[in-house]
């Protein structure tokens, strides 16, 4: 009876999960905006605890200067951190938080490559990434304490959260995200930085850079955001349809200046 009951529970939840993600791919989304407004906020909470926050005034500057013309184009109030750590690593989470380590500065030359790892991470959000794979992981184990394991980030559900929330890295586990969520997230961030006024095809030299970057051994960024040559010709072919939309942002007065 009890099986029965709890089949019953996930049928109902599953049907009233469906969404459509903005590229038009059906997901499952269970979990509430509120609920992982929350666990973002927790998440970006435990990281600022963990991890030194960059002081200077000029990396900030330069940070924030890329980042706001980025978040401008989605709206809302995001809060903007970097973090004095020499892994080439960026992430954005659910409530509007942006992490930047000053390691990617060394790797995205200049701001157009900056905006592209941004405007990707953005796009992840705005593509409700991180509540598709927490709503997966819900429904296979029947539900986790997540806001609980939250506030114990180190525990074994804690990391498996930390890696759905995509900075798991941090806390000893890696979740990557799918190939159909990078592409999502490499498109739909393409259009992000472009209708922001950055200059899209510094997109591929960035991936470029972060290939080389690190030697033999991928930076982190890569360990979880697999890129390769069909990355590569993507974004190559959407290159035209983003210098249109960099093109009408000039026209409209967008010139992003920002510098290290």
Not at 178 to 195: P, V
């Amino acid at each position: 009876m009890r099986n029965r009951l709890t089949a019953f529970f996930l049928a109902v939840v599953l049907a009233n999960g469906c969404a459509t993600s903005p590229t038009g791919r059906s997901q499952l989304l269970l979990m509430p905006d509120s609920e992982m407004d929350q666990m973002g906020l927790q998440a970006f909470t435990n990281i600022k605890k963990e991890t030194p926050v960059e002081t200077s005034p000029t990396t900030n500057s330069y940070v924030q200067c890329v980042g706001k013309a980025i978040t401008r184009e989605v709206g809302g109030s995001w809060e903007i951190v970097v973090f004095r750590d020499d892994a080439a690593n960026a992430f954005a989470l659910p409530g509007r938080k942006i992490g930047v380590n000053t390691g990617l500065l060394k790797v995205a030359e200049n701001q157009h490559q900056l905006a592209t790892v941004i405007g990707h991470e953005v796009a992840h959000v705005l593509s409700q990434h991180s509540n598709e794979r927490v709503s997966q992981q819900f429904a296979v184990e029947q539900g986790l304490g997540l806001i609980t394991a939250m506030a114990s980030p180190r525990s074994a559900t804690g990391q498996t959260l930390m890696g759905l929330l995509g900075v798991g890295a941090e806390y000893g586990i890696l979740l990557p995200y799918s190939r159909i969520q990078e592409s999502e997230a490499d498109i739909l961030g393409l259009d992000l930085m472009a209708r922001a006024g950055f200059d899209p095809r510094e997109s591929v030299k960035l991936w470029v850079n972060m290939g080389k970057a690190g030697g033999g051994k991928p930076p982190e960024f890569l360990s979880t955001h697999p890129s390769d040559s069909s990355r590569i010709r993507s974004l190559n072919a959407r290159i035209p349809m983003a210098l249109n939309l960099q093109s009408k942002a000039l026209q409209a007065g967008k010139h992003p200046d920002c510098h290290q």
